[in-house]
């Protein structure tokens, strides 16, 4: 009897440790998860801008294309609002100079294709333009930011030129002289300013050189055109005019120009006038016509001395 009771107390004792256990266990705090709260700031920057031409002339415009990107991989942003200026007020953005954009996703881009206006007056040089962005995140937490692009203002290079023009008729042989007038007629200076004529038939032995031509000044070219002594008929050809803006940048102008060469006309031969058989006197006539003439005035020498005498005595005798 005993040992049975034994065995019962000792599986009471097991009992009894296995719950107390137990309840250790289930007493014991759970483990924690750790979390991480992204605190990065969402920006938005300038990635590259790109203008149609390579300079704004004063009073023209040109296409630009400004390129945003969100470099933020986690974060969106929203309410964003697009700002650009010149801070010296030379070049004008297109409208307003504002654009206003609802979303951008994280990690995305987006252009804004604008125009700009170079003002009469801009100074030629590189502009500082300013692209301002304001924006906020899914806290509506407010953030902006500043990125700076430059645009090159610069005068255009103009020339200009008055006659151009060869005559209407040109003589085998012959050379023609033309006399052209070249004009700067923008506000920076040309130089290696150059005409030549590149006509078929017409020989211009080489081109003639102006050089610098400063703003509102002019220079007269001269070419020297030989006529080829084989061609006839219409020929045509270009007087090329070539110079260079201050930044070196090559230009090139043509005027196509024509005419009609024709054979020269066919020069008379003049003799002299042949003598008629009349107005010549054979050897003899005129022989006669000198005895004749000598005769006569031997006779009236001695007629007029003696005649001299006569009226001497006549006077005295009265």
Same mark, same amino acid.
């Given at each position: 009897m005993k040992r049975y009771l034994i065995v019962i107390l000792a599986a009471l004792l097991l009992l009894c440790g296995t719950v107390c256990a137990a309840a250790e266990d289930s007493e014991a705090p759970a483990p924690q998860v750790m979390t991480t709260v992204d605190q990065s700031t969402p920006r938005l920057m300038v990635t590259g801008y790109l203008l149609a031409e390579q300079y704004v002339e004063p009073g023209s415009s040109t296409a630009l294309t400004i390129t945003f990107k969100n470099t933020s991989n986690t974060k969106s942003i929203r309410n964003i609002k697009f700002t650009l200026s010149d801070p010296s007020g030379e070049l004008m953005p297109d409208g307003m100079g504002t654009l206003y954009l609802p979303f951008l996703a994280a990690g995305s881009t987006y252009q804004w294709n604008t125009a700009l206006t170079a003002v009469y007056t801009a100074a030629q040089g590189?502009?500082?333009? %300013? /692209? $301002? #962005? %304001?924006y906020e995140d899914a806290q509506f937490q407010s953030y902006s930011a500043t990125d700076t692009i430059h645009v090159n203002v610069r005068q255009a290079a103009k020339l200009a030129y008055d006659n151009a023009v060869l005559p209407g008729v040109a003589v085998q042989g012959d050379t023609i002289t033309l006399s052209i007038n070249v004009m700067n007629t923008g506000k920076t200076a040309l130089s290696n300013v150059t005409v030549r004529c590149k006509i078929d038939g017409l020989a211009a032995g080489g081109s003639t050189f102006l050089g610098d031509l400063l703003p509102g000044q002019s220079a007269v070219a001269a070419p020297n055109l030989r006529v080829s002594d084989t061609k006839l008929g219409e020929v045509k050809g270009k007087i090329i005019f070539t110079y260079e803006?201050?930044?070196? *940048? $090559?230009? *090139? !102008? #043509?005027? #196509? /120009?024509s005419t009609v060469i024709e054979a020269p006309a066919p020069q008379e031969q003049t003799l002299p006038p042949e003598k008629k058989k009349t107005d010549l006197l054979p050897w003899w006539a005129w022989l006669t016509v000198g005895i004749v003439g000598g005769g006569s005035v031997g006779c009236a020498v001695p007629v007029a001395v003696f005649g001299a005498k006569r009226? !001497? %005595?006549? %006077? !005295?005798?009265l």
């Open positions: 590189r502009h500082a333009m %300013e /692209v $301002t #962005a %304001e803006d201050s930044d070196g *940048k $090559t230009y *090139k !102008k #043509a005027e #196509a /120009v009226r !001497k %005595e006549d %006077e !005295k005798r």
